[in-house]
């Protein structure tokens, strides 16, 4: 079957977002370009890392080009995006492998999300090889979501999937890991169920 490709060259809106509950949320990215819609799904440590990633590579553009890219500092506030994500949200793929680049010939950020791709068990080498072969067959690899964004929207999806991650069960002050709404079972207080 052809590679699926799903292509948004500067799209209407290309957010992070989620469905569900604090402590129980699925992750979304999602491009949107007229009546057309592309969610896919990935854990919530992947769209920090995206994010940040976003971020460094931006400045990296500005500091190489010595501020003439046209790429803000920070996103521009009529960029911001908080809606929330289009329904229904129809998960196209798993999100397994990222890539970031930056077209210095079209001044924009490349985004490209592939799908979870599973292997036949063996030995490391082979799989690492296997995986490597398939991911990079324009053809026949996994399905890809391929967004190219301007800088200012760059900076803004960095933004907005920030605080879509840091808006989770706020941490136990004492251990750091998340508080539940029915409490929390902290490793510092030896087990002791703690409250919000």
Request: net charge negative.
């Amino acid at each position: 079957m052809p590679r699926q490709v799903f292509l948004y060259d500067q799209p209407d809106r290309f957010v992070a977002g989620t469905v569900g509950l604090p402590g129980r949320r699925t992750f979304f990215l999602q491009a949107s370009a007229g009546s057309r819609t592309t969610s896919v799904a990935l854990e919530k440590t992947q769209v920090e890392a995206l994010a940040e990633r976003i971020d460094e590579l931006l400045d990296e553009v500005v500091r190489r080009t010595g501020g003439n890219a046209p790429v803000p500092a920070v996103a521009p506030a009529e960029e911001a995006d908080t809606e929330p994500l289009e329904t229904p949200v129809e998960e196209e793929f798993r999100v397994g492998t990222m890539a970031l680049a930056w077209d210095g010939e079209d001044e924009c950020m490349i985004v490209e999300a592939q799908a979870l791709v599973e292997l036949e068990a063996g030995s490391d080498e082979d799989l690492a090889e296997a995986e490597e072969k398939l991911l990079q067959d324009e053809e026949n690899g996994p399905p890809v979501l391929r967004v190219r964004l301007t800088g200012s929207m760059a900076r803004a999806f960095a933004k907005r999937a920030m605080d879509v991650v840091n808006a989770g069960r706020p941490p136990c002050p004492l251990c750091s890991l998340p508080l539940d709404p029915e409490g929390h079972v902290c490793p510092r207080q030896n087990g002791y169920r703690r409250g919000l």
